[in-house]
């Protein structure tokens, strides 16, 4: 299977910045598309932004200037740079993983959609 962790989450104080990782693990050929995306207490789960294999980028209109999104195909992580952080940007932020091209344990192929446990982002007023 695949897995993926988070990191780089914590309190930040609004006009901050937070740079957040993901690396996805286990037998991957490949990743079509890699993306963040961020649930707000009490409300549902929105994209962020998202890159495919090819550095094409797309963001969600709130975020776009301000954050960035990359990713090291080597190494099958992700990265979201988010700068002039506002509280409206508070929630728990979750990396995915479309299309994922891998190998089980019987070495079969698959593809698949997964997600990392996600991480806190809390910005301050």
């Known amino acids: 299977q695949v897995q993926l962790v988070e990191s780089g989450g914590g309190l930040v104080q609004a006009g901050g910045s937070l740079r957040l990782s993901c690396a996805a693990s286990?037998?991957?050929?490949?990743?079509?598309?890699m993306g963040w995306y961020r649930q707000p207490p009490g409300k549902e789960r929105d994209l962020v932004a998202i890159?495919?294999?090819?550095?094409?980028?797309n963001y969600a209109a709130s975020v776009k200037g301000r954050f960035t999104i990359s990713r090291d195909n080597a190494k099958n992580t992700v990265y979201l740079q988010m700068n002039s952080l506002k509280p409206e940007d508070t929630a728990v932020y979750y990396c995915?993983?479309?299309?994922?091209?891998?190998?089980?344990?019987?070495?079969?192929?698959?593809?698949?959609?997964?997600w990392g446990q996600g991480t806190q982002v809390t910005v301050s007023s």
């Open positions: 995915n993983a479309d299309n994922v091209d891998f190998r089980t344990t019987g070495w079969q192929p698959r593809l698949g959609d997964f």
């Open positions: 286990g037998s991957i050929v490949s990743i079509d598309y």
């Open positions: 890159i495919n294999s090819g550095g094409t980028t």
